[in-house]
């Protein structure tokens, strides 16, 4: 009689190494979880790629319409001008005909080269406006662009790990991991700027 019951190690130890098969080799869950970390860093990326490109959309939508204010005081500008050169020939006919113009004309000359300068100086103010924020709308597309570089080498490195997971390639994984460190630092450099 046995001391204690009999154990078949042989069939655990079979169902063991069935079971850590099916789970998947240690460079297979190496490779899953590279590449799942470099999908999480993409997203990360691609959300801030997004988020640069909408707000220079905006600056630039916000420069376009500073762009027609300023269009709009110049066209105010020459108008006056206009009226000012036409009280200007009114004066002129006044004297040609040896009569001395109203004073009202001469008050408006001087009413319409006043308002001139105010209009000419709000549409430079609303250019100058207008250049700030292409300028800030340019910085943010330039960022974009680094954010869509970095963007694009995770894609590539994912895309290598799948491959190597497939292929059970150790090398292929490992260029995955260098392409997907170069997108990363990208992605840093940028977001740390």
Same mark, same amino acid.
Do not use: C
């Given at each position: 009689?046995?001391?204690?019951?009999?154990?078949?190690?042989?069939?655990?130890?079979?169902?063991?190494?069935?079971?850590?098969?099916?789970?998947?080799?240690?460079?297979?869950? %190496?490779?899953?979880?590279?590449?799942?970390?470099?999908?999480?860093?993409?997203?990360?990326?691609?959300?801030?790629?997004?988020?640069?490109?909408?707000?220079?959309?905006?600056?630039?939508?916000?420069?376009?319409?500073?762009?027609?204010?300023?269009?709009?005081?110049?066209?105010?500008?020459?108008?006056?001008?206009?009226?000012?050169?036409?009280?200007?020939?009114?004066?002129?006919?006044?004297?040609?005909?040896?009569?001395?113009?109203?004073?009202?004309?001469?008050? %408006?000359?001087?009413?319409?080269?006043?308002? &001139?300068?105010?209009?000419?100086?709000?549409?430079?103010?609303?250019?100058?406006?207008?250049?700030?924020? %292409?300028?800030?709308?340019?910085?943010?597309?330039?960022?974009?662009?680094?954010?869509?570089? !970095?963007?694009?080498?995770?894609?590539?490195?994912?895309?290598?790990?799948?491959?190597?997971?497939?292929? &059970?390639?150790?090398?292929?994984?490992?260029? !995955?991991?260098?392409?997907?460190?170069?997108?990363?630092?990208?992605?840093?450099?940028?977001?740390?700027?």
């Amino acid at each position: 009689m046995p001391e204690g019951p009999e154990i078949d190690t042989d069939s655990v130890r079979e169902s063991i190494h069935k079971h850590e098969e099916s789970a998947g080799s240690p460079l297979i869950r %190496s490779i899953a979880l590279s590449t799942a970390l470099l999908a999480a860093l993409g997203a990360v990326a691609a959300l801030r790629a997004g988020d640069t490109v909408n707000r220079a959309l905006v600056l630039k939508t916000e420069a376009g319409r500073l762009q027609a204010q300023a269009s709009d005081q110049w066209a105010f500008f020459q108008a006056k001008g206009i009226k000012g050169h036409v009280e200007e020939t009114s004066r002129a006919v006044w004297l040609a005909a040896g009569k001395t113009p109203p004073p009202e004309l001469e008050a %408006s000359i001087k009413r319409y080269a006043v308002e &001139q300068k105010d209009l000419e100086k709000a549409a430079q103010e609303k250019e100058h406006q207008r250049d700030e924020l %292409s300028k800030q709308a340019d910085e943010l597309l330039e960022r974009h662009h680094h954010f869509a570089d !970095s963007v694009a080498f995770i894609q590539v490195a994912i895309a290598l790990g799948a491959v190597a997971a497939l292929a &059970q390639a150790r090398l292929v994984w490992f260029g !995955s991991l260098a392409i997907g460190l170069v997108g990363t630092a990208l992605f840093l450099m940028k977001l740390l700027t």
